[in-house]
């Protein structure tokens, strides 16, 4: 990573809620420390537009934000990553692709707001969003030169009850 920023891939399965929050949320947090990408097993291929509202609110840019097959970051020619953090408990499970450079790997479980009902959404996403926010802090707070699995194990410890969310 010298020189460069930390390349970190979130994967969920259907990549239109969970892991765009977070690849949205570490590359504002990461203050170029960090570049975030995200991914799906099986994509949905579109963000849900709960996640594109909430991300539009907070002021963030959604231009170009798509939900993509992990496949893309598998390819030879894909850039090599250092960090690949599965934000849902169905993606940890999966047989994962051999990512070339064999990057630092953590699985955090973050429920799925796409799940909630429809009137419901809203404060689903808000949630997710700020669990996400207490992780992705704590990652970006970290020298990516020290990333090893014990510090990813302690970011992976977010405080839930402090935040109100429901896991």
């Known amino acids: 990573m010298a020189g460069r920023p ?3 891939l979130f994967l969920c399965t259907g990549n239109s809620a969970r892991s765009i929050l977070a690849e949205c949320l570490l590359n504002r947090l990461g203050r ?4 975030a990408f995200s991914a799906g097993s099986r994509p949905k291929g579109a963000v849900h537009p709960e996640a594109i509202r909430l991300l539009q609110e907070l002021g963030y840019d959604t231009d170009g ?17 250092d960090l690949v953090i599965t934000v849902c408990d169905a993606a ?13 790997q953590a699985d955090w479980s973050i429920p ?5 009902d429809h009137g419901q959404a809203p404060a689903a996403f808000r949630r ?5 926010e207490a992780r992705i802090s704590r990652l970006a707070a970290l020298d990516p ?8 194990r302690a ?8 935040l109100g969310v429901e896991c």
Request: proline share 10%; net charge negative; charged share 15%.
């Open 6 to 8: 930390c390349r970190t």
């Open 128 to 132: 997710v969003y700020r669990l996400l």
């Open 155 to 162: 970011v992976s410890k977010s405080n839930e009850e402090t």
């Open 65 to 81: 934000l798509s939900s993509k097959g992990w496949d893309v970051f598998a390819a030879a020619d894909a850039p090599p990553l």
């Open 92 to 104: 940890a499970g999966e047989i994962c692709p051999i990512w070339p450079g064999a990057p630092l």
């Open 145 to 152: 030169a020290s990333l090893n699995a014990a510090n990813l």
């Open 32 to 35: 170029g420390a960090y570049v």
């Open 112 to 116: 799925d707001p796409a799940a909630a």
